[in-house]
């Protein structure tokens, strides 16, 4: 069975810091986009962060510089490095996984970039005030 489980959020004031978590069982980060979405409206996401095992990145326009997605193949995690965080990053954040190939830069530029990834996690709230 696999299971995505994010930790990390919390409540921070602009300019803050935080580190996502996401510990993946059952499905081992290998020739593998993984990536970072965030609740934008009801029924969908936004894609802040996604990678490739190969090392390829692709960032939203909103969050390049501040955030950083990276994986610990050892521990089977991926991470979302928060810097400088801004009211306007209040969101619930979940990460994803999916074998299929991906266009990066689609995943992270439009609307449709959150759509049939395989496995999510069930997300976690970041609150970032003024």
């Known amino acids: 069975q696999v299971r995505l489980a994010e930790s990390g959020g919390g409540s921070v004031q602009a300019g803050g810091s935080l580190i996502l978590s996401c510990a993946v069982s059952g499905y081992p980060l290998a020739n593998t986009y993984m990536a970072w979405f965030r609740q934008i409206l009801i029924n969908t996401r936004g894609g802040v962060a996604v990678m490739y095992t190969d090392g390829e990145t692709a960032y939203a326009e909103s969050v390049k510089g501040r955030l950083t997605i990276s994986r610990d193949s050892a521990k089977n995690t991926l991470y979302l490095q928060m810097n400088n965080l801004q009211p306007e990053d209040t969101a619930m954040y979940y990460c994803?996984?999916?074998?299929?190939?991906?266009?990066?830069?689609?995943?992270?530029?439009?609307?449709?970039?959150?759509?049939?990834?395989?496995?999510w996690g069930q997300g976690t709230q970041v609150t970032v005030s003024s």
């Open positions: 994803a996984v999916d074998p299929r190939s991906r266009n990066l830069e689609r995943v992270v530029s439009t609307p449709e970039g959150w759509l049939d990834w395989y496995h």
